[in-house]
C-alpha cells in the first residue's frame, strides 16, 4: 500500500485562522436548531486544534453521535427523497471549508457507485438501515478487480469513518423497507469541490479469495468522481 497520501496536503495544509463563528447557513428567519449549532461548536473547535485525519475523524464520530439521537433537527428540506436516486442535501460547511457536514436520503434500495474518498469521511445513520461493502482493487498479468472485505450493516446511532489511503473503497445501500437518512462529515468543502469522491471503480467483483495481488489504486488509471458526495 502507498505511504502517506499527498491528497491531504490540500486540506492539512490549510493554514489556521482566527475562525468566525461557523454558523448553520439556513433560511432566513429560520433559527439554528441547538443541537445543529453545539455540533458546528464542537466540530469547529475539533479541526482548529487538530490536525491528524485519523484523530480528527474518531473525534468527528464522537461529535456526531448526539445529532444521531434524536433527528427532529433535521429540517424537512434536507429529507427529500427522489426516485431517480438518493439524495445529497449540503447541512453546513465551515467557512475556511475543514469539514461540511451533507444529509444522504436514501429510498429502499438505492445504492451509491463504488467509490473512494479524498478526503476524511465519517458516516452516522440518522433514520433507517445501511450497509456498507468495503472492497480491495486487486490486479495481475490478467487484469484488475475488485475483492469484497466484508458487509457490515449499520443501524440508527451507529457511525463509521474512512480515513484514505486505507480503508477507502466502498459502496453503500439502503437495505432496509423506509427510507433511510446517513450524516456525513467531510473533511473538505464539498459546495466547492461539488464532490468527496476520488474516483469509481467499474470492475468486476469477486468475494475474498486469499490471493496477494492487492495493489494501490491511488496512481493506477484515475477515473473522474461522478454523482455521489
Ligand atoms: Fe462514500
Redesign the pocket.
Request: aromatic share 6%; proline share 6%.
Given at each position: 500500500m502507498r505511504g502517506a497520501d499527498t491528497a491531504w496536503a490540500t486540506y492539512l495544509d490549510v493554514p489556521k485562522v482566527t475562525q468566525q463563528p461557523s454558523v448553520p447557513s439556513r433560511r432566513e428567519g429560520v433559527a439554528v436548531h441547538p443541537a445543529l449549532a453545539s455540533f458546528t461548536v464542537a466540530m469547529d473547535t475539533l479541526v482548529a486544534e487538530q490536525q491528524d485525519p485519523v484523530a480528527v475523524a474518531d473525534g468527528t464520530c464522537a461529535r456526531l453521535r448526539p445529532l444521531l439521537a434524536d433527528g427532529t433537527w433535521l429540517a424537512d428540506e434536507h429529507r427529500a427523497t427522489s426516485k431517480d436516486g438518493y439524495q445529497e442535501h449540503v447541512v453546513h460547511v465551515l467557512p475556511e471549508g475543514r469539514y461540511s457536514l451533507v444529509a444522504l436520503v436514501w429510498l429502499p434500495g438505492q445504492s451509491?457507485p463504488i467509490?473512494d474518498?479524498r478526503c476524511w469521511?465519517v458516516v452516522g445513520v440518522l433514520e433507517g438501515d445501511e450497509q456498507e461493502e468495503r472492497f480491495r482493487l486487486h490486479a495481475n498479468g490478467e487484469g484488475t478487480w475488485l475483492e469484497r472485505q466484508g458487509v457490515r450493516r449499520y443501524h440508527v446511532g451507529q457511525t463509521c469513518r474512512l480515513v484514505p489511503p486505507d480503508e477507502d473503497i466502498?459502496r453503500?445501500t439502503n437495505v432496509g423497507d423506509a427510507a433511510a437518512i446517513s450524516l456525513h462529515v467531510y473533511g473538505a468543502d464539498i459546495r466547492a469541490c461539488g464532490t468527496s469522491i476520488n474516483r469509481t471503480f467499474d470492475r468486476p467483483v469477486r468475494d475474498t479469495s486469499g490471493d496477494d495481488t492487492a495493489v494501490a489504486w491511488r496512481d493506477r488509471d484515475p477515473a473522474p468522481a461522478v454523482g455521489?458526495r
Amino acid at each position: 500500500m502507498r505511504g502517506a497520501d499527498t491528497a491531504w496536503a490540500t486540506y492539512l495544509d490549510v493554514p489556521k485562522v482566527t475562525q468566525q463563528p461557523s454558523v448553520p447557513s439556513r433560511r432566513e428567519g429560520v433559527a439554528v436548531h441547538p443541537a445543529l449549532a453545539s455540533f458546528t461548536v464542537a466540530m469547529d473547535t475539533l479541526v482548529a486544534e487538530q490536525q491528524d485525519p485519523v484523530a480528527v475523524a474518531d473525534g468527528t464520530c464522537a461529535r456526531l453521535r448526539p445529532l444521531l439521537a434524536d433527528g427532529t433537527w433535521l429540517a424537512d428540506e434536507h429529507r427529500a427523497t427522489s426516485k431517480d436516486g438518493y439524495q445529497e442535501h449540503v447541512v453546513h460547511v465551515l467557512p475556511e471549508g475543514r469539514y461540511s457536514l451533507v444529509a444522504l436520503v436514501w429510498l429502499p434500495g438505492q445504492s451509491t457507485p463504488i467509490h473512494d474518498h479524498r478526503c476524511w469521511c465519517v458516516v452516522g445513520v440518522l433514520e433507517g438501515d445501511e450497509q456498507e461493502e468495503r472492497f480491495r482493487l486487486h490486479a495481475n498479468g490478467e487484469g484488475t478487480w475488485l475483492e469484497r472485505q466484508g458487509v457490515r450493516r449499520y443501524h440508527v446511532g451507529q457511525t463509521c469513518r474512512l480515513v484514505p489511503p486505507d480503508e477507502d473503497i466502498h459502496r453503500v445501500t439502503n437495505v432496509g423497507d423506509a427510507a433511510a437518512i446517513s450524516l456525513h462529515v467531510y473533511g473538505a468543502d464539498i459546495r466547492a469541490c461539488g464532490t468527496s469522491i476520488n474516483r469509481t471503480f467499474d470492475r468486476p467483483v469477486r468475494d475474498t479469495s486469499g490471493d496477494d495481488t492487492a495493489v494501490a489504486w491511488r496512481d493506477r488509471d484515475p477515473a473522474p468522481a461522478v454523482g455521489h458526495r
